[in-house]
């Protein structure tokens, strides 16, 4: 599907690179010592991990899955299905969800759910971007990077039928 229209500009790259730092430097914080493992949620994102592990002191590991919430487009159905899991153990670590974005909250419950279930030292959730009017159910965030109004956006990773994700700045399609 070629698409022509340029998103216009919600947030910047230099706003993101300043939030994403501000974010690393608080999970640090929040996990003086010892091993973070980030868990980071595919497709979207994988360019909001990568900025963030490079503005994180210590050691970091890393590990994906992917879930899928049936149905394309601006809307999901809210079935949330594991695609992807992780390749390793997460029994006694301290794990941090990475998410692009928090919408109804059901795909993030979910994860928290079966992560959780796994019996990690502590679990944490990074979204770099919410838009709370849209909550189904209260899913707790612990680091957001910008809460945002009931708009579609892409860029940074978010897509729109698997396009976009490579622009560096998080857009609006209107
Ligand atoms: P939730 O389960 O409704 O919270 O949906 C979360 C997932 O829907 C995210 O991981 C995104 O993949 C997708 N999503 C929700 N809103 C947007 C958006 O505005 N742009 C791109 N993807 C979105
Ligand atoms: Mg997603």
Sequence with gaps: MPVTQTPAVMIDQDELKARITALAHEIRQDLPSGQVHLVCVLKGAFMFLGDLIREMD?????????????????????????????????????????????????????????????????????????????????????????TIEDKFVVGYGLDYDEQYRNLPYIGILE
């Design 58 to 146: 210590g050691h970091v590991s890393i590990d994906f899955m992917a879930c899928s919430s049936y149905g394309s487009g601006t809307s999901s159905s809210g079935e949330v299905r594991l695609s992807k899991d992780l390749d390793s153990r997460i029994e006694g670590r301290d794990v941090i969800i990475v998410e692009d974005i928090v919408d109804t909250g059901l795909t993030l419950h979910y994860l928290q759910e079966i992560l959780q279930a796994r019996g990690p030292r502590s679990v944490r959730t990074a979204c770099l971007l919410s838009k709370p009017s849209r909550r189904k159910i209260d899913v707790k965030v612990d680091y957001i990077g910008f």
